[in-house]
């Protein structure tokens, strides 16, 4: 099958994920074609990319269910990051969050927050 034969060839994700639950499932969407936006935090990222070493100084788990993606380090906490943000999920189908609880919420990118700007975007919370 190549690239433009995958069924989800053209749809765009973003993800505020970390750890297995959300990594896991976009891994899944980026194989079948989406191309995937995973956003992390500035003091690191990820914390899955330190539980070992074994992929060229990586986490064999943080490789295993970020493979496909692309990364860009946002400090959410701060105005413009969070714009930055707002503005790339303006142009996406999906989003996808395992923040802490209501974590989303206090920053507007919960459903309701996010129903009456994007209608189309899909957005799906996960929790642990």
């Not at 639950?21 to 969407?29: E, I, K």
């Not at 105005?79 to 920053?107: C, F, H, T, W, Y």
Request: charged share 25%; proline share 5%.
């Amino acid at each position: 099958m190549t690239p433009a034969e995958l069924p989800l060839e053209g749809i765009m994700v973003v993800s505020l994920e970390q750890a297995i639950a959300a990594p896991f499932c976009t891994r899944q969407l980026a194989d079948l074609g989406a191309r995937v936006i995973k956003i992390e935090r500035p003091d690191g990222g990820d914390f899955a990319r330190g539980y070992d070493t074994r992929v060229r100084g990586l986490s064999s788990h943080f490789v295993w269910t970020n493979r496909s993606k692309e990364s860009l380090t946002l400090d959410l906490k701060q105005p413009a990051g969070l714009e930055a943000l707002k503005r790339l999920i303006g142009r996406a189908d999906v989003l996808v969050q395992n923040l802490a609880p209501s974590a989303a919420a206090r920053m507007g990118l919960d459903h309701d927050s996010l129903a009456s700007i994007h209608p189309a975007l899909i957005v799906c919370d996960i929790s642990g």
